[in-house]
């Protein structure tokens, strides 16, 4: 066998629904997650405190699984003992510490801040799910991270 006979031969979409749409799959994905990280852990041990379930059911996972895994990644991290409470999380989870996309409403304004609000808006609007959100903007979704990523590495550069 070569590999550079390889061919695909099929390729094919599972749709699956958003983490944010699946919010009741979230503390046993972020156990599972956790014992990852963690393989001592017992699924049927208190892994997560109700405010920290709470807060992980509350976010809207742009980031989807991906992200989640990154959150636990985080508090296993932080955590010393078990369960891990919400002060674990990162701010971002927490309401209270969300930041909206600022953008100047006096004066000059460029058109990259236009546009940028017009992503922002659109993904509230579709509570983060990027696919909707690139279909509703009329842009591809590869566009699409391009756009979030260009902005992600201006504000780290600023």
Known sequence: FRED?????????????S????SEDVPLLAA?????????VR?????FTP???AMLQGHSWP?????LANVVEHASILCDKLPIGAEHLPSKLDPK????????????ITLREIEMQAIHD?????????PKTAEELGISLKTLYNKLNQEQSLERSA
Not at 97 to 106: G, L, S
Request: with cysteine; glycine share 6%.
């Open 5 to 17: 006979l390889m061919f695909r031969i099929n390729t094919f979409e599972i749709p699956l629904p």
């Open 19 to 22: 983490l944010h749409e699946r």
């Open 32 to 40: 599972h997650l956790l014992k990852r990280c963690l393989p001592h």
């Open 43 to 47: 699924l049927g041990d208190d892994l």
């Open 51 to 53: 405010a920290a379930v």
């Open 63 to 67: 980031g989807n699984v991906r992200e």
């Open 97 to 108: 510490h969300a930041r909206e996309p600022r953008v100047k409403t006096f004066g000059p």
């Open 122 to 130: 659109a993904l509230r609007r579709n509570d983060g799910h990027k």
